[in-house]
């Protein structure tokens, strides 16, 4: 969605690199070019004016002239000023003190509304809740079907009283007959919080009709609704597509239905995203969730700080952490370390279970594109092909559960089979296990501590190869064997205590007993203002 205004604001800083001093003509010029971009990326002209007018007031004070790097001083000033017209803060939903919660959405036809009354769902049911979903939208064709559509691949009941449009009439005719009803929303939206309170269902939200345009039929409507339930949440559905329309459509549904906060739909499509960057200035209303994708799993928390970290090519390490939390089983992650410091062989059955982990957390395009830097390899990424995952496990699936675990045994006529079983080359199938092996390998070298491993990374303290003869311990110098042995014990306790840690952090499990493997803070001296906000809640220990 960013990537053009994310590319001209890259280029842009690159002009600053290795300027000691920047004069007011370097700060104009730095300016003017992030004018243009923002204004190439369809942001609205006061949006851009105030964004600009504030990065250059910043700029030529003394925050720039007496820092030590003055164009890194540049872009963290650009980059809080885009956290601000981002919304500055992360908001989420607000629950009522006395269940249900109410949540209306409001929105132009094709938005994605009933889309995201699924997601929302589905998000909101992993958080604990029990969501009900009311069909409200009467008038556009098979609506109320799409909702039960929608509802059932969430996994979140719908109530639909009426069945609304389903024959693709037009909502109003201008025959003379007046205007065609296919049932009262206002008395439906009633009707499912009465059932919502009757079944103990903690949250309703109530998808709403739109239209292809903003009119006054449609502001009466979504007022009536709103007036008659009374809302907890008025969220507005943008198309994140719609360019400069989306200044006048947020400001006319603020001014119609008051709505509490905002949805991005379509933020995975490759429009230039200056809506994303009007709104929540325009309105003063945050920026809630984005939609960024057709799954009912493709939904993510608004972050400002850190969607402006992706606009700078910062990346977005947070985001990605928390997804590979919820994907990555604690069980498995522990096994995989036991198996690990025991060096016994990493199987195809393990690698199964990590790539059906991977594939939880979404594209692997996706994932590659938050991490820091990648923008500069975005055509790389595009040319990526995510289905290489599909052949990879088509030919392990193909795999008797011996073959699995034992890659070694699997020869020539074996080989043959998988091929044709997996509907790939006797070719793809040898490289696919010469791969492997060597994974092996360097697996078993990383736990040794050996060279083998990945060039400049250390091998796992403290761990070696049994049979292999292990480092020289340091002697202790007290002369009473009691005592020397005690010491002895306690420096393989504190090496032994470091290998697990060290393995359990490598497959994402944390490490236990916090710093009973010695009295120095693994942490001690690192500078964790130099991380990014919010990051400290995944060191631990209230760090």
């Known amino acids: 969605m960013f ?3 994310s590319d001209r604001l890259t280029a842009t800083f690159k002009n600053l690199r290795g300027k000691g001093r920047l004069t007011e003509s370097d700060v104009n010029a730095t300016i003017r070019d992030i004018r243009l971009a923002l204004l190439d990326a369809d942001v609205a002209l006061p949006v851009v004016k105030r964004f600009t007018g504030s990065v250059r007031e910043r700029a030529l004070g003394v925050e720039v002239s007496q820092a030590l790097n003055p164009a890194q001083q540049v872009v963290k000033i650009v980059q809080e000023e885009l956290v601000g ?118 949250v309703v939200i109530v998808d709403t009709a739109g239209r292809l345009a903003v009119d006054a039929n449609l502001m009466q409507q979504a007022g009536d609704i709103r007036a008659a339930i009374s809302p907890d949440e008025v969220l507005f559905v943008l198309d994140a597509m719609i360019g400069q329309a989306a200044v006048e459509t947020a400001q006319a549904f603020h001014e119609g239905v008051a709505f509490t906060g905002v949805v991005l739909s379509k933020l995975d499509g490759d429009a230039r995203g200056g809506a994303a960057l009007s709104v929540a200035e325009i309105t003063g209303e945050p920026i809630m969730f984005a939609s960024v994708g057709e799954k009912v799993t493709d939904f993510e928390v608004f972050h400002p700080d850190r969607m402006a970290s992706r606009i700078l090519d910062m990346g977005d390490v947070l985001t990605l952490i928390e997804q590979a939390e919820k994907a990555f089983d604690k069980r498995q992650a522990d096994e995989m370390a036991r198996k690990f410091l025991a060096e016994e062989d990493f199987t195809f059955e393990d690698f199964l279970q990590q790539m059906n982990a991977i594939k939880k957390m979404g594209s692997l395009k996706s994932m590659l594109k938050m991490m820091p830097g990648m923008q500069g390899m975005r055509d790389q990424l595009d040319a990526f092909d995510d289905r290489e995952f599909d052949r990879v496990e088509a030919m392990v699936r193909s795999m008797t559960p011996f073959e699995r675990t034992h890659p070694k045994q699997i020869n020539g006529s074996r080989r043959a089979r998988i091929a044709k079983g997996s509907g790939v080359t006797v070719t793809e199938v040898n490289q696919l296990l010469e791969r492997f092996g060597q994974a092996q390998k360097m697996m078993k070298s990383m736990a040794r501590g050996g060279g083998g491993g990945i060039p400049g990374m250390p091998g796992i303290p403290g761990a070696g190869k049994r049979g292999k003869q292990q480092p020289q311990r340091k002697k202790s110098k007290s002369g009473n064997p009691a005592k020397r042995a005690a010491e002895e014990r306690a420096a393989a306790e504190k090496a032994a205590s470091g290998r697990a840690a060290s393995a359990a952090s490598a497959f994402g499990a944390p490490p236990a007993g916090g710093d009973a493997a010695g009295d120095a803070d693994p942490l001690a001296g690192f500078d964790a203002a130099n991380l990014p906000k919010g990051f400290e809640k995944f060191l631990g220990g209230g760090r």
């Not at 556009?140 to 509802?151: D, I, M, S």
């Not at 609304?164 to 499912?192: I, K, W, Y």
């Open 85 to 202: 017209i981002l919304g500055g803060q992360t908001r989420t939903i607000r629950f009522a003190k006395q269940p249900p919660t109410v949540i209306m959405l409001a929105g132009l036809q094709g938005s994605g509304k009933t889309t995201f009354a699924g997601k929302l769902g589905r998000w909101l049911k992993d958080q604990g809740h029990t969501p009900l979903l009311v069909a409200a939208d009467l008038q556009r064709p098979n609506a109320v079907t799409q909702l039960e559509v929608v509802g059932e691949r969430a996994g979140i009941p719908v109530f639909a009283p009426e069945r609304g449009n389903m024959g693709g009439h037009d909502a109003v005719l201008d025959s003379g007959e007046g205007t065609r009803s296919f049932g009262d929303p206002v008395s439906v939206s009633r009707m499912g919080i009465e059932h919502a309170r009757a079944k103990q269902y903690d």
């Open 3 to 5: 990537a053009s205004l």
